[in-house]
Nanobody, 124 residues
Framework: QVQLVESGGGLVQAGGSLRLSCAASGRTFSSYAMGWFRQAPGKEREFVAVITRSGGSTYYADSVKGRFTASRDNAKNTVYLQMNSLRPEDTAVYYC?????????????????WGQGTQVTVSS
């Protein structure tokens, strides 16, 4: 089992940047692929980014590609989401999620462990 706690959300103007962090408990963090998802009001939760266990590979939703970067520090049990050139449509609650596995997975239901979420609001 792993417990996840996100931080770093907030209010930012369009064009600005934020860095989200997700701290994980446990000694096996490097066994988990980590995903980032978001949910805007009235919408379903959607995939944003995923990073493999070693951090060697990442995959992004088309809507954030080139603007967001996922990274991880396995020594600190932490995964990050650097968000640049933010847009009002990026406004959502952002969640990190964990799953054991080697493959890149973008499906919400395939992640058994979730954080509580952190609010990101981008003003125009």
């Amino acid at each position: 089992q792993v417990q996840l706690v996100e931080s770093g959300g907030g209010l930012v103007q369009a064009g600005g940047s934020l860095r989200l962090s997700c701290a994980a408990s446990g000694r096996t963090f490097s066994s988990y692929a980590m995903g980032w998802f978001r949910q805007a009001p009235g919408k379903e939760r959607e995939f944003v980014a995923v990073i493999t266990r070693s951090g060697g590979s990442t995959y992004y939703a088309d809507s954030v590609k080139g603007r967001f970067t996922a990274s991880r520090d396995n020594a600190k049990n932490t995964v990050y989401l650097q968000m640049n050139s933010l847009r009002p449509e990026d406004t959502a609650v952002y969640y990190c999620a964990a799953r054991i596995g080697l493959t890149v997975v973008v499906v919400t239901e395939q992640y058994p462990y979730w954080g509580q979420g952190t609010q990101v609001t981008v003003s125009s």
